[in-house]
Structures are given as structure tokens and as C-alpha cells.
DNA sequence: CCGACTTTGTGCGTGTGTTCACAAGGGCTT
DNA sequence: AAGCCCTTGTGAACACACGCACAAAGTCGG
């Protein structure tokens, strides 16, 4: 389920203010989901709380992060060095659980060679060397969208089986690889549609468009 | 709908190569979701295709861009100007579509009065008299986790009702105001947990735990 | 002008996710 | 040791989203 990292995070939230047990109703409200949900979440992946006093959270924690693979370490490469790619390279919430950033790669001769987050900036032509002798199985594209299919193929081809697409493309994969899409542009745009909704909606204006394209 | 967006993409490539006129079929290939769902939104949205024929480019994006409230200016702030910050105020996908880059905030002396982007960052303590000079409804919050609360609090109390939350806590909020979460760290951990499960999934270390905290 | 073909719009069955509500179970107090 | 109280785990109703499949509708060729 996608909800288990948000558990984990208040999980270690707690962990760290010295909480050791926590109810279903506490923890969901850290959480901001329905109590019920949550318990039958954790129950499904057949962790056993206490009945009348809640969950241990240092157990749930490990059994959380045992679910999610996060008890084992991850190699990941990030392609396309950027802004969005040094910010990425740099970002603390990687390393913290489990995932090791291990190569960045970029096209442009004056980032190659680049020293960034303690990585030296690698060439792209290198990319499925890189891959192979790093052990990586999770690749982070934050290139353009014009070369991020030819990207991702080259990356599923060196043995890449989980992607993370920062570009606003939709990737076509193999069966076996997972791609996940994180578009910035798009999360803003249902911002502005629910914002737009709050101001009345967009009725009354279905005559805009004859006006904008034919004039008054 | 969530997917309008990405429909609204699709529909660009296509005016951008010409086409006029697009079928479900093909609109659903390019955007990746089945024909009959498309189908199934655009009619809810009202918009009206030709039987036999599809669906005009131009209009459909014109339809779509409105529904979304795209065709109206949104003026957006970035508070917290890191790597994160930085990446997203040089994004070149939120212009494109409405969103304007109208202040960039910081609370970092060194960072205050830097030009980035064509726009000075100013100090957070300005943060109310910036949003309410320039008419800002959206806010995208790129501070860290301690902080991000306590801006939270204060770009609503200025009047912003949307915002664009990437550091990793759950931000509480007064009714009317919509909050979009997004957790670099949280998709990574979902990649992570499929790649697990093409491995074998975590059955057979039942143990583990045990093991760790107690010894073999 | 007519018929065949194409594509939209949608009714319906199916499956999944969510929530309520409660019984089962364990700890804590007396 | 016994009963009370709290919390988990889950059964069942509900709601929603998805996709198939088809009828309505419009176009294009003859």
C-alpha cells in the first residue's frame, strides 16, 4: 500500500519524542487517514498490535520498513543533473531510509566531471557501465522530455527495473518495470482547479471561447 | 479529475504536431488510460466530441484549460528557496500554463536578495505584505520539515487557500484550504517496496527482528 | 440520397477501497 | 482473582471507479 510510508514517518516521528506504544486513533490522526483504515492497513500485513493498548512503535517501525524493503539498501542513479537533479542528489530524505544515491549521470560536458552531494558527475555514454557495476535498480530521470524515453530504455536495458520519472512524459515500459510520475506542473494545475471551484466555478463564461477564437 | 492535466499534455504534443482532430482511442494511448475513461471525463466535464470523427484538438484544449481554471493568471509564491526552491522557480512547465513565479521567500540572510529566476528572493518576515501586494493564492512550501507548519499557518492566515506542501509532515489546515502533498522520499519507498516483491517479497525473514534486537 | 462505417456517449456488471460498528481479547485496578 | 475498560481486528454495508459492450449519431463514399 502507498499509505505505509506516511505510517513509517510518524512512526519515527514518535520514535524519536520517546513514545513507545501508540493507538490505532493516534497514530491515524498523525497520519491524516480513518483509524479503521489504518488498523485494517496494518493488519493486512499481518502485524499484531496489543488489544486495549495499541501498537509498539519500534516494531511497527521495523516491520514497516521489512515490508517496504527498506531493511535492505538501495543503489539508485539519478540521470540529468539539473536543478531538479541537484536537488535531488542533495535531498536528506534518501539516505535516511535505506536509499544510497550511487551515480549521477548528465549528457552536458560542462556538468560531467562536476563534484556534487560527494558524487562525481558521470557521462551519459557511460550510463550502462555505471548501472552494472554500482548494482543499481532503481534509476531517478530529472532530464528533459524529449530524451527521457530514449533515457528509460537504456536504463531498462542495463537492468533498471523501478523508475522514477521526474519527466512530463508518459514512459512506455516493458512488463516488469515499474514507473512512478512525479509532474510538478500537474500538481499545481489541481491546485488551480480546486481554487477556481472555490471561486464560483467556471460557469458563465461558456461563451469565452466563440468570443476568444471569433471575437465579440 | 485528476487526469484532465494529463490529457491537456497529450492534447498540446498533438496541436503542437498539427493534428486537428484526435479519437479516444488515440488520446487514451497517448495519455496512457483506458478509451472508455476518457470518454467517460470529458463527457462529465459537458465537452462534446463528433460521432464518427473524434474529438477537435483545439477545442477540446480550450475546454479542458478552462474547466482547470488555466485560463485565468496564477500568481504563485515558492517560500524556501534550497535546492528544492531553486529547481522549481527555473521550472519551465509552470509558466506554460498560467502560473506565474510572482515571490520567492527565504529566511536564510544570505539568501535574501539574491536574483534567481529573474525575481529577488525576500525575507520571510516580508511574507504578508508580499503575498497580499501580489495577489497570491498559491503557495508552494519547499521548507524544511520543523519549518513547514509554521509557514503553513501563515500563508493561510495572508489568504492563500492552495498549497503545494514538498516537506514531509502533514500539514493541518482550516477548511477551504487544500493542501497537495509531495513526498520525494515516500516514491522512491513504493519502487522500492515492488522491487521487493520481484525479488521473492520479505517472506522467509520472519525472524529478523527477532534476531536483530535480541541476538541470533 | 442512401447505406455502410466509424466513433462517441453511456448503461451495467464487477471489483476494489472505505467506513461504520461491534465482538473478541488483553491489561489494569481493586 | 475478577470485573471493567480500552483497543484491536474484522464483518458487512456502502460508495466509487473501472472497463466492457452496445446503441445512438454523424460522416463519407457511391
Known sequence: MARLPVYLRALHVLAERGVATVSSEEL??????????????????GSYGTRGVGYEVEYLVYQISRELGLTQDWAVAIVGI???????????????RGFRMAALLDAEPGIVGE?????????????EMV??????SIAVLAVP?????????????????????????VLSVPDGVDVRKVDLSIE?????????????GPSGVEQEYLEAVEGP
Chains 1, 2 share one sequence.
Open 188 to 200: 499545481l494545475q489541481i491546485l488551480a482547479f480546486h481554487e477556481q471551484r472555490k471561486a464560483g
Open 131 to 136: 548501472i552494472k557495476d554500482n548494482g543499481i
Open 28 to 45: 491515524a490522526a498523525a497520519a491524516g487517514v480513518n483509524s479503521a483504515k489504518l488498523r485494517k492497513d496494518l493488519s493486512h500485513l
Open 82 to 96: 539539473g536543478n531538479l537533479g541537484r536537488a535531488l542528489s542533495g535531498y536528506g530524505g534518501f539516505a535516511s
Open 115 to 127: 563534484l556534487i552531494s560527494g558524487l562525481t558527475v558521470e557521462h551519459i555514454d557511460d550510463l
Open 145 to 169: 522530455a524529449a530524451a527521457a524515453q530514449a533515457v528509460c530504455d537504456r536504463v531498462v536495458a542495463s537492468g533498471v527495473t523501478s523508475i522514477l520519472n521526474f519527466a512530463p512524459v
